[in-house]
């Protein structure tokens, strides 16, 4: 799911912290810990969860089936971007501050670390993975990478930028171009993640001999020591956030049975008719939805209480 896109200017809704009021807090035993979820290093109680915190801004994607709709990379050296058709670094990260991010993780060290508070602050800075799992079984030389994908936490994508070109390896200069007007085997990438001392992050490799990816200065190229990246995407298409919203959506829909939620709905309609309802009324259309002939039974009581209006 592709919702707007949100940058780092944008006015953005003050989220509550839950670091101070429920950082040392942990699940009642009666509760169960299904009521809870880590946000930002807490333990948070759904039942006090607002729902806007699951649908607005940017969170870092931990699992590689977080790796989809837009995205953005973002290393210690800044986030990368397009630029005269050439993948670039822009040196500056423009965190928000940590009252406006959320992040599913228990790691203290996440919700700190400015880098895992990146936001974009311009189009260019903003990627849309592509499945290739179709490309990957049509071509020979990558059936050994699907298996492997297929077994592993990694993620093979293709990138698209926001002018919906693909960003494709270069193998003569070593460099990266996002000119591309089809996905070829150059443009393919694989997200392999790694266990860094702040937090989750990601070394990136491209194209059929699977070259890392690093970055010098502000050049993206190919490197013999991959950079670290951290994966930003948007808070809305994260796992943990649609899951949450179902169970939210969930916990409000009315699970009564659908004989009382219909009596409850006919006895409405009948008030708001100006019908009185008595015990023997609701007993009426009991028994009547017990039947299946409620819709008649209505109309009965209905030109009833017309018949008595008249007299």
Avoid at 34 to 55: A, R, T
Avoid at 104 to 129: C, H, K, M, W
Avoid at 275 to 288: F, I, Y
Wanted: aromatic content about 6%; overall charge neutral; proline content about 4%.
């Amino acid at each position: 799911m592709v919702s707007k896109l949100s940058f780092k200017n944008d006015k953005k809704r003050k989220r509550e912290s839950h670091k101070s009021s429920h950082k040392k807090r942990k699940p009642e035993q009666t509760e169960g810990p299904q009521h809870f979820v880590h946000i930002n290093n807490s333990y948070v109680d759904l039942k006090e969860l607002d729902p806007e915190l699951l649908e607005t801004g940017w969170t870092t994607s931990v699992n590689s089936v977080d790796i989809k709709g837009p995205i953005i990379l973002c290393s210690d050296k800044g986030v990368l971007a397009v630029k005269d058709s050439e993948l670039v670094v822009m040196s500056s990260l423009e965190p928000v501050g940590v009252e406006h991010s959320i992040n599913f993780t228990s790691d203290d060290l996440v919700i700190e670390g400015e880098i895992y508070r990146g936001e974009p602050n311009s189009a260019s800075q903003v990627f849309v993975p592509v499945p290739v799992k179709h490309l990957l079984s049509a071509t020979s030389g990558f059936k050994q990478l699907l298996q492997q994908e297929e077994k592993s936490t990694e993620m093979t994508c293709g990138l698209k930028t926001y002018e919906n070109k693909y960003v494709s390896y270069l193998p003569d200069s070593g460099t990266l171009t996002c000119d591309s007007e089809a996905l070829t085997a150059e443009g393919i990438f694989t997200f392999r993640p790694v266990r860094a001392d702040d937090g989750p992050r990601w070394e990136v490799f491209v194209g059929s001999n699977s070259a890392a990816i690093g970055v010098f200065g502000d050049s993206v190229k190919i490197s013999k020591s991959p950079e670290q990246f951290v994966v930003r995407m948007q808070v809305l298409n994260h796992t943990m956030s649609a899951g949450l919203r179902e169970h939210l959506a969930a916990s409000k829909t009315d699970h009564r049975p659908t004989n009382e939620l219909q009596l409850e709905q006919k006895v409405k309609e009948l008030i708001h008719d100006g019908v009185k309802v008595t015990n023997a009324t609701l007993k009426q259309l009991k028994n009547a939805i017990a039947a299946g002939n409620v819709n008649e039974v209505m109309v009965e009581i209905k030109q009833k209480r017309l018949s008595d209006a008249r007299c």
